[in-house]
């Protein structure tokens, strides 16, 4: 073991034998650290200015320095793990993402459960194992511009509820006045003021198409009608009955 102690001259090595002395090292007085210091490990990392160290806070030197010394060792294997786990995890993003983009909303939703599963057998609960599908879906989002699917029959709810809500805003409009809201919104020209124009005129199509509807069920229901006292005058085979066929006909040409 190679000591450098401090004098008032230079430093000069003194090589003491593990035979010849027997003495802690933190019983002995004040060293400096040179380039190289042969203790427990041959490489140790030193300063490169050389400072007298007996103490770390108030703590012998050499006893924090195992503690240390695994502290680096296990940062080192820390930082190369999370180096390691952010290369799978981008893989893992990009063969999932390969499966899920473009896929329907049942297909992306039977994807997230067979997810789950993965997570769930190795003893994650469920909770657990939808935070860890939602963080790599949010992962995706940012790396790939991944947008989820929608559920049609959600969506379909959302519209349908939204048309409702429109067309009672407007219930008390008559079709006058959204004829003239309509035409006020086009020549203002905006493309806001077109999109509400263009809602006024769906709403103002839904209206005549109501009316046409009724009109159409009202001829329907008449001719059921005519055609079904036909048959019955028909079967009656009666003078009168005959003469009401003629008449009809007559009137119908």
Request: net charge negative.
């Amino acid at each position: 073991m190679v000591l450098y102690i401090h004098g008032e001259s230079d430093h000069f090595p003194c090589r003491i034998s593990r035979h010849d002395v027997d003495v802690s090292v933190a019983l002995l007085p004040t060293f400096y650290i040179g380039e190289k210091i042969m203790a427990n490990t041959a490489n140790t990392a030193t300063s490169a200015v050389a400072v007298a160290v007996s103490m770390i806070g108030d703590r012998p030197a050499v006893e924090m320095q195992e503690t240390i010394f695994c502290i680096g060792e296990e940062t080192l294997a820390a930082e190369l793990l999370m180096a390691t786990g952010k290369q799978a995890l981008d893989v893992l993003d990009s063969n999932l993402h390969d499966i899920v983009k473009g896929l329907p909303y049942e297909q992306f939703m039977l994807v997230r459960d067979y997810h789950k599963a993965g997570s769930i057998d190795k003893g994650r609960s469920d909770d657990a194992a939808q935070k860890i599908w939602e963080r790599q879906v949010n992962r995706m989002k940012s790396t790939f511009d991944f947008v989820t699917p929608k559920s049609q029959a959600k969506d379909a709810e959302r519209k349908a509820a939204k048309r409702a809500e429109d067309i009672a805003k407007l219930a008390t409009v008559s079709d006058g006045e959204l004829l003239d809201l309509r035409d006020a919104h086009l020549r203002k020209g905006d493309s806001k003021s077109i999109a509400q124009a263009q809602k006024l005129a769906k709403e103002l199509e839904r209206r005549n198409a109501s009316d046409l509807d009724a009109e159409k069920a009202q001829r329907k229901m008449t001719v059921d009608k005519i055609i079904t006292r036909v048959k019955e005058l028909s079967k009656a085979g009666t003078d009168d009955a005959d003469e009401l066929l003629f008449q009809v006909l007559a009137i119908l040409g």
